[in-house]
């Protein structure tokens, strides 16, 4: 467990999306997407579930403010992970009302998955490959600390981020 908390990790599913998650504690993510229908959006201070599974491998499962459920398999060690998405109808009907930086407008979140139809939901199920991972330490502020842009994750692998 020790060495996956404070892991920055980018990963691309198979269906193309292009994530990057920063595991801050035991209990906190932050994180980013660089692509696919909301990329864009970047969330800090997600609180998660997060146990290992058996060594070196662990599970982040959280429901979000939109009311979107997830769940992730990270396998560090074989650079590849697996993530379920339960998206609510309104997510899948209206992605763009969710690109954002998240904490700014959870209200308009809460808003929104209470004025619009959660059912039926759209379940993702997809493996990704991790393209890039590094140690950041605990509780740093500074991985996930600005709006994804592109060139971003070009910039987090060459290190000039
Ligand atoms: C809906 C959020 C979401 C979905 C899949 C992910 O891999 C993820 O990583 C931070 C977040």
């Known amino acids: 467990m020790q060495d996956f908390l404070g892991m920055q990790l980018i990963y691309t599913y198979d269906n193309g999306w ?3 998650i920063y595991i801050k504690n035991e209990d906190t993510i932050d994180y980013r997407i660089h692509s696919g229908i909301v990329g864009g959006r970047w969330v800090r201070n ?5 146990v290992e599974l058996t060594p070196g491998i ?3 499962a959280w429901t ?4 979107t459920d997830v769940s992730l398999d990270f396998m560090p060690n074989k650079n590849k992970t697996h993530g379920e998405i ?16 998240q904490n700014d407008f ?3 979140m809460h808003k929104a998955r209470n004025q619009y ?5 759209t379940v993702v199920s997809e493996f990704s490959t991790i393209t890039f991972q590094q140690h ?12 994804p842009y592109q060139g971003m994750v070009n910039d987090i692998k060459t290190g000039k981020l």
């Open 18 to 20: 292009e994530y990057e």
């Open 46 to 50: 997600q609180k998660v579930n997060l």
């Open 58 to 60: 662990f599970k982040v």
């Open 64 to 67: 979000e403010p939109t009311g």
């Open 86 to 101: 339960f998206f609510p109808k309104w997510v899948d009907e209206h992605p763009k009302l969710t690109v954002c930086y």
């Open 106 to 108: 959870i209200d308009k």
């Open 117 to 121: 139809p959660t059912y039926p939901k």
């Open 136 to 147: 950041r330490g605990i509780n740093n502020e500074n991985v996930i600390a600005q709006a």
